[in-house]
């Protein structure tokens, strides 16, 4: 099957929702960091599906693990076990030391089970502990419930009335948690760096103390990893590398390498506020998404790509900060942990994205005006500095 380029664009205006705006671009296949579009154009891809393709494309490993479980059994009700399932829970428990793992199909969904198990623990506390504090420039989600969690209002607009009970707090601001976290708290909802909201790293003891206020008032800290986690900072959650531990934390993205799914794991003692009922899913866990995240964590380690994420995240930091040097009026700030990178410029940046793309470079811009870099985990120098030189190019071009 091949369709015109145009047929492509012309098919997807007619039938799709119109809720995004694409870049004119069809994407055929992909290679290690590299895409192709089906003119054969090849892009360097760091974007990487949003965090996603943490292996790049078409690892031979992840590739083999999904033919070979297609090949068995792709899919069974959540009513009987399967390996794939249950060597992934005991893999993401121990990784991320905690307890007990739920597997859902996205992050979002990953984050409304992380809720609903706060809400159902905070209840069994006694009196009517059912907030949830998050912060702003935060983004959890598309559901109703996560999207009302995101605190940013451009998500919400046209979808009230909203779920009740959310409470908002600027970012790395811990005189504002100190005012919203009360009896009343069940939980605190955040990013230990944030993303869509433009790459925020929490300040130093931020996150140490959010767990403290938590402690304070019996509330429980919920980490959403979704962008942060799967080594992406270096360590396999962020949280790990900043000394703190939560009682809940979500995972999506990156676990499966691109086949979707979510997580959320909690402690023991969390857990037991479920009960069998009180949280389902038809495909979360389904044995090819485990069978794909088994394939992706095992990469990991054997590749040591945690490692790698740190070598190069610091290698990507110290060539952007470079270019802010050469262009201290358009770049304004360099900021990041690992491979999780953000450029804040100081005008809007989309046509920066789309002039590397013309390039052969992908990268997006989030919040407006932060070039964000979140590429696979094991690129390599001479990928950072295949952007660097496009991104260079661009920037002398347009300022
Ligand atoms: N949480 C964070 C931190 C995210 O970055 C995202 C997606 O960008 C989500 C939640 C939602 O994940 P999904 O799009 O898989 O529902």
Redesign the pocket.
Known sequence: MKLDKMKVFEQDYKYFMPVFSRYPLVLSHGQGPYVFDTDGKKYLDFLAG??VNVLGHAHPALVKAVCEQAGKLIHCSNLYYTEPQVLLIEKIAKLSNLDKVFIAN????A?EGAMKLARKYGKMQGGDKVEIVTAEHS????TLA?LTATGQPKYQEGYEPLPGGFRYVPFNDKKALTDAVSARTCAVMI?PVQ??GGIHVPIDGYLQYAREICDKYGALLIL?E??SGMGRTGTFLACQGYGVKADIV?L??GLAGGVPI?AFMATEKVAAAFAPGDHGSTFGGNPLACAAALAVLEVLEKENLLMNAVTMGEYLMNQLAGLKKKYPVLIREVRGKGLMVGAELSKPGREVVDRCLKQGVIINCTAGNVLRFVPPLNIERNHVDEVIAVLDDVLAQWQ
């Open positions: 949003i965090a996205s992050g979002a969904e984050n983004f959890h989600g598309r996560t990013e993303g869509e959403d979704i962008q979500t999506a993205k979510g």
